[in-house]
């Protein structure tokens, strides 16, 4: 089989595999936040906050996943979890993404039009 046939192959399998599927590592934040980012590629927000949950709990402080989880939670319309999430980190890292993030979340909330 040519090398290019595989890899086309692998990427199918991979993207037909569901995220509620994959092994359960409650300690490792890398582990966590690769599979949250994984189940958001796949459109599966539920099992992305889950990850990236986890993954925010071993380290609040990594804005990759910090954004990421914000952003997951604005998309389910959990909205207090994702001000939560921007209030902290924007605590630790005064970023123009957070501060973004925050002007979806108030305009998602009403406030801005």
Same mark, same amino acid.
């Given at each position: 089989?040519?090398?290019?046939?595989?890899?086309?192959?692998?990427?199918?399998?991979?993207?037909?595999?569901? +995220?509620?599927?994959?092994?359960?590592?409650?300690?490792?934040?890398?582990? %966590?936040?690769?599979?949250?980012?994984? +189940?958001?590629?796949?459109?599966?927000?539920?099992?992305?906050?889950?990850?990236?949950?986890?993954? $925010?709990?071993?380290?609040?402080? %990594?804005?990759? %996943?910090? $954004?990421?989880?914000? &952003?997951? $939670?604005?998309?389910?319309?959990?909205?207090?979890?994702?001000?939560?999430?921007?209030?902290?980190? &924007?605590?630790?890292?005064?970023?123009?993404?957070?501060? %973004?993030?925050?002007?979806?979340?108030?305009?998602?909330?009403?406030? &801005?039009?």
């Amino acid at each position: 089989m040519p090398l290019g046939t595989a890899i086309v192959g692998l990427f199918s399998m991979i993207a037909s595999f569901p +995220c509620s599927s994959l092994a359960q590592s409650r300690a490792d934040f890398a582990a %966590n936040h690769d599979k949250g980012e994984f +189940c958001i590629k796949k459109h599966d927000l539920a099992s992305a906050v889950l990850y990236l949950q986890r993954a $925010y709990d071993i380290n609040p402080g %990594n804005e990759d %996943n910090a $954004y990421d989880l914000a &952003l997951a $939670y604005l998309e389910q319309a959990s909205l207090g979890k994702s001000r939560a999430i921007l209030t902290a980190s &924007l605590a630790r890292h005064d970023k123009a993404d957070f501060h %973004n993030l925050l002007g979806e979340l108030a305009a998602k909330e009403g406030h &801005l039009e």
